[in-house]
């Protein structure tokens, strides 16, 4: 028999797709790499009975990085990025993907595709068909590789997206190749130039990374441009003249003045003057209109996000992951589309009628089937997919929290669009004040229509107007002005940045949710009550900044341009290699141009930031001019000498102190000590050498004095240095003078801490050895605190041999803070390591270091 290997996007739609393609018959077991299973079953696939295998990858395969040493921020020119070398690896090694598919591949007759029908999608089918054929002895042909093509998890779309297989789409896979190649060299480019330029120059810009990307910068754009909207504006005063009169049943009515407002005091002052002497108002007409409310076209992904952010308050990216679970258990069809229309061949009728017994929204439901379902509004047809409906009822008990809220709305959504509009009379009164006219206008409602089930749609009911008749006299109760001010426009919300991106087609329902994520993570903008979007200071200075040099690196232009070619290549009318160098040429010659210009945004940084020579604490000596330098604690944190413009990287993740002011030997800066707490690693360094080592074993950034060769520094490895690492290979135990009185020997390797003589008055490695191999130590403690037998106050010995030592060293690990096997306390026999042994002959080893 043949075997049909079939591939899903993630484990939970295998599942459910073979669930329903075997008709709950298959067979499951877990895939080698224990995050997808294989589903197995036996069935008919076009015409013959073959082995099905249904599996699935978990979202992309691959992922495109530079090659490695392209990855090295410090050895590589930016400027490289736009034509170095590129590869693909594995998005999630640890997952072993490709591995996986050529295995289970190995001896399949047939691939059949089922990755989500959109472009990623497509992307996704190319590099599971590339997989599968590295796992066999003779090539998959071409013939004997299908795709399915469904919108919705239901048995109906499934088995007949089986029974109507196509062949997977080249075009807009590469399409999808040509935007992450652009993403990446345009977005590495220039965030890696900015984020060195500018990170080591100020104290106070708290940022790992200064991003720049093609959308994402352009989405910033939008946020900021409101804000310098918000910024100049100047609010302006007008007078409006506000006349309330009595209806003849009593209420007071406030009417609108016909000409609106007067920007002019002395202007309004004379038509209130003017209105001032009637006290009756004539009804000069009263008009009705019915007017219609009308019911939403069908529900697409742009739209879904927007409601989601302004009615339910969900983020984008939330509202899609969402959306995506919804999916994947079969309740909504597929969530991401552009498509507004229904296809002429939709059965709405039966997807309707689904929801009729919900507690929820059933009875207005069953009304509508009982008047006949209204054919939808024309929307637009992007042949990718339904608009957004639900495919199966669910019950608030069914699902929890933001599941329930989404697929409430969209059920609601999806009702609304097929029933009648809401239809409401409109009245319009005219009054005559002298000269002036002015109006009231109300409503009464006819029929609501999908307001019923849209609820907060509804109109309200309380503008109802009482009945006027023509030339009908009514009192004046009040005639006065009212000073206003013009109002300056509000922070976007997320919901108007969605319309604004949808509008310049900067990104695609796809990745809109993403943009707008990545700038509030990146702290361009901070998301505020009623999801208003705010820039920070960094946020505006970086849109300013290119606004000045290359306003088109912000504005939508250039990537909507973009994205149109990417569109192209999908469809196979532009070609693949000629869009991408054309491209990447443009941004080229853009980065070089920003690079020379860069003083000019730096001029803006230094308004909004300190630089480092004003932030930051005086702190210890420098070695060069003997001044203090400044630590800034801001991460990265850094040494930075005003005097002489230098700035020394640290050690991270800990706590960094003055050592005694003790000096390094070779280059007289004052020593510091690292610690991540009196429990953690420790040890102390010189922040000349840890940025440039004086020795060739020496790692830049990687060690402090515990692995100084220095031959006679007092401070070095070989003043202090015990003995080889219990645990480690390389490693020497080293003595940590600073941690005192919590007195400590650490690995320079490894996680080993040996903590030792607690309150001791001092500790200090002496230059003989113990017969174990180790450096002996001399311990000393004051007269009232010994805890050394008799009370003795000095007493030297081996850290491992001497036993009156025994209970003073308690031996663990930093981490995992587990107990370091001593093997028989450090003597030879139980492993093969060997014992403890001294560090190194110190004289001999010196003569490699200089060199
Ligand atoms: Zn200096
Ligand atoms: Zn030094
Ligand atoms: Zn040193
Ligand atoms: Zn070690
Ligand atoms: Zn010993």
Request: net charge positive.
């Amino acid at each position: 028999m043949k075997t049909a290997l079939m591939v899903a996007e993630k484990p939970s739609l295998a599942a459910s797709l073979a669930n329903i393609l075997s008709s709950g018959r298959c067979s499951t077991r877990k895939g080698l790499n224990g995050s997808c299973s294989v589903h197995e079953w036996v069935g008919q696939f076009r015409s013959e009975t073959v082995n099905f295998k249904m599996t699935s990858v978990c979202g992309h395969v691959m992922t495109l990085d530079f090659i490695g040493k392209y990855n090295n921020w410090d050895k590589v020119d930016p400027a490289e990025l736009f034509s170095c070398s590129t590869e693909k690896k594995e998005a999630v090694p640890k997952l072993k993907i490709p591995y996986f598919l050529a295995k289970e591949g190995a001896h399949c007759d047939y691939l059949v595709l089922w990755l989500d029908c959109d472009k990623e999608g497509e992307n996704i089918c190319f590099e599971v068909i590339n997989a599968v054929q590295q796992g066999m002895h003779r090539k998959l042909h071409i013939n004997d590789i299908w795709r399915a093509r469904f919108s919705a998890i239901t048995e109906k779309d499934i088995k007949s997206a089986l029974a109507n297989l196509i062949k997977p789409n080249e075009n807009e896979a590469k399409s999808v190749d040509a935007r992450q190649e652009l993403d990446l060299r345009i977005g590495c480019a220039f965030t890696r130039y900015q984020t060195k330029f500018f990170q080591g120059k100020y104290g106070d810009l708290d940022v790992s990374l200064i991003s720049y990307g093609p959308c994402q910068t352009p989405t910033l754009g939008f946020c900021v441009q409101r804000h310098d909207e918000i910024q100049t504006f100047k609010p302006d005063p007008y007078w409006v003249l506000q006349v309330t009169v009595k209806s003849p049943d009593g209420q007071d009515i406030v009417l609108s003045w016909n000409r609106v407002r007067s920007f002019d005091k002395e202007v309004a002052s004379m038509f209130l003057s003017h209105v001032k002497e009637y006290d009756q108002a004539t009804v000069v007409s009263v008009q009705s209109t019915e007017k219609c409310k009308s019911r939403p076209i069908a529900l697409n992904t742009v739209e879904l996000m927007r409601v989601a952010s302004s009615g339910l308050g969900m983020g984008p990216q939330h509202a899609m992951q969402i959306a995506e679970r919804l999916y994947t258990q079969g309740y909504i069809s597929y969530p991401r589309t552009e498509t507004t229309s229904y296809p002429e061949n939709f059965d709405l009728l039966s997807t309707l009628k689904q929801q009729q017994n919900s507690s929820e929204w059933g009875e207005e439901v069953r009304k509508i089937i009982a008047a006949g379902i209204n054919r939808p509004k024309k929307g637009h047809d992007a042949g990718d997919h339904p608009p957004i409906t639900p495919m199966k009822h669910a019950t608030r008990n069914e699902l929890d929290g933001d599941l329930w809220r989404l697929y409430d709305y969209i059920t609601r959504h999806f009702i609304a669009t097929l029933a009648r509009d809401c239809r409401y009379l409109s009245t319009t009164v005219k009054f005559e004040i002298g000269m002036e006219i002015f109006t009231t206008t109300g409503h009464s409602l006819l029929s609501p229509g999908y307001t019923s089930i849209l609820t907060w749609q509804a109109l309200g009911n309380n503008d109802t107007l009482p009945k006027f008749i023509s030339d009908e006299k009514v009192n004046i109760q009040e005639a006065k002005l009212v000073e206003c001010y013009t109002q300056p426009p509000d922070y976007l919300t997320e919901a108007e940045l969605i319309s604004l991106m949808e509008k310049h087609g900067i990104g695609t329902d796809a990745s809109i949710p993403v943009h707008i994520n990545n700038i509030c993570i990146r702290n361009y903008v901070t998301v505020a009550a009623g999801r208003k979007l705010i820039p920070t200071s960094l946020g505006i200075v970086l849109v300013h900044g290119y606004q000045k040099i290359d306003p088109e690196l912000v504005l939508p232009t250039m990537r909507s341009a973009v994205e149109e070619q990417l569109n192209l290549i999908a469809l196979g009318r532009a070609d693949f290699y000629a869009v991408l160098q054309h491209t990447v040429e443009i941004f080229k010659q853009k980065f070089h141009y920003f690079v020379q210009s860069i003083e000019a945004m730096d001029q803006l940084f230094e308004v909004s930031f300190s630089p480092l020579s004003a932030s930051g604490k005086a702190h210890s000596r420098c070695g060069k001019c003997r001044r203090y330098m400044k630590y800034i604690q801001t991460k990265p944190s850094r040494m930075h000498c005003a005097h002489c413009n230098e700035t020394y990287n640290l050690p991270q993740n800990g706590n960094i102190r003055i050592y005694k002011e003790l000096k390094c030997p070779l280059d007289d800066f004052e020593l510091l000590s690292w610690s991540t707490g009196t429990r953690g690693k420790s040890y102390t360094f010189c922040p000349y050498c840890y940025n440039n080592p004086p020795f060739r074993d020496m790692k830049k950034g990687m060690s402090g004095c515990n692995s100084c060769t220095h031959p006679t520094c007092p401070h070095g490895m070989n003043s202090n240095g015990l003995s080889s690492c219990l645990e480690c290979d390389l490693g020497i135990l080293v003595l940590d003078p600073s941690a005192a009185p919590k007195w400590k020997l650490g690995c320079n390797r490894c996680d080993v801490i040996i903590h030792l003589f607690e309150n001791a008055h001092k500790v200090t490695v002496d230059t003989d050895t113990c017969d174990c191999g180790a450096q002996l130590v001399t311990v000393e403690y004051k007269q009232d605190k010994s805890k050394l037998p008799n009370e003795v106050t000095e007493m030297s010995g081996c850290v491992f041999c001497t036993p009156a030592f025994a209970a003073l060293v308690e031996k663990h690990r930093a981490v995992a803070s587990k107990p370091v096997v001593t093997r028989g306390r450090g003597h030879a026999k139980s492993r093969n390591r060997g014992k403890p042994k001294p560090p190194k002959d110190k004289m001999a080893q010196l003569a490699a270091y200089f060199v």
